[in-house]
């Protein structure tokens, strides 16, 4: 419950923040939010992250729509998830869905088909453009990655280590 939850919540606040700001900005244009660290920048994405293989909407569909089953089904077969991989599974998957909101119903104004809106703009570096669901995604990544390397191994029923924790018995048993 607190997995979906949370993944209502990431798609609410991305589908708002992308209708706010194509509301207020055209394609192309910038409007400061934290001087010199952050800007708001719309842009419009037919490809997946750094624009990378733009004008493949279909890959993506399919590719998003495979991983979110494939994290459904993950979260769904965890007994008893502890909260950390809950909210990360949260994050992931409402990131996805927001994402793939736009590659379905999302019209491109400078480009042909559908696209992803993003806004984000560091200023301090050189980054690419983002949006709030691959900011969800991201942290979420993150947070699962803690999740597997510190507690995993800890619950009663690991993703990773139960096969090694079912050796490390077998083995003592023989001695």
Same mark, same amino acid.
């Given at each position: %419950?607190?997995?979906?939850?949370?993944?209502?919540?990431?798609?609410?606040?991305?589908?708002?923040?992308?209708?706010? =700001?194509? *509301? $207020?900005?055209?394609?192309?244009? *910038?409007?400061?939010?934290?001087?010199?660290?952050?800007?708001?920048?719309? *842009?419009? @994405?037919?490809?997946?992250?750094?624009?990378?293989?733009? @004008?493949?909407?279909?890959?993506?569909?399919?590719? *998003?729509?495979?991983?979110?089953?494939?994290?459904?089904v993950?979260?769904?077969?965890? $007994?008893?998830?502890?909260?950390?991989? #809950?909210?990360?599974?949260?994050?992931?998957?409402?990131?996805? =869905?927001?994402? %793939?909101?736009?590659?379905?119903?999302?019209?491109?104004?400078?480009?042909?088909?559908?696209?992803v809106? &993003?806004?984000? +703009?560091?200023?301090?570096?050189?980054?690419?453009?983002? @949006?709030?669901?691959?900011?969800?995604? #991201?942290?979420?990544?993150?947070?699962?990655?803690?999740?597997?390397?510190?507690?995993d191994?800890?619950?009663?029923?690991?993703?990773?280590?139960?096969? +090694?924790? $079912? &050796?490390?018995?077998?083995?003592?048993s023989?001695?």
């Open positions: %419950m607190l997995c979906a939850l949370v993944a209502i919540l990431v798609i609410a606040a991305d589908q708002i923040s992308k209708a706010v =700001v194509v *509301s $207020k900005l055209a394609v192309g244009e *910038s409007a400061g939010f934290i001087p010199h660290v952050l800007s708001f920048c719309r *842009s419009e @994405n037919t490809g997946m992250a750094w624009g990378l293989l733009r @004008n493949h909407r279909w890959v993506f569909l399919v590719l *998003s729509f495979v991983a979110l089953i494939g994290f459904g993950l979260y769904y077969r965890v $007994k008893k998830p502890h909260k950390l991989f #809950t909210v990360a599974m949260g994050f992931i998957i409402g990131g996805g =869905v927001g994402n %793939m909101i736009d590659r379905l119903f999302r019209p491109g104004v400078n480009v042909q088909g559908k696209a809106v &993003d806004f984000l +703009k560091f200023e301090f570096f050189d980054f690419p453009i983002f @949006n709030v669901a691959d900011s969800f995604i #991201t942290v979420g990544a993150v947070l699962m990655v803690i999740y597997i390397v510190f507690l191994k800890r619950q009663e029923h690991p993703l990773l280590f139960e096969a +090694k924790r $079912k &050796d490390a018995d077998d083995e003592r023989d001695l």
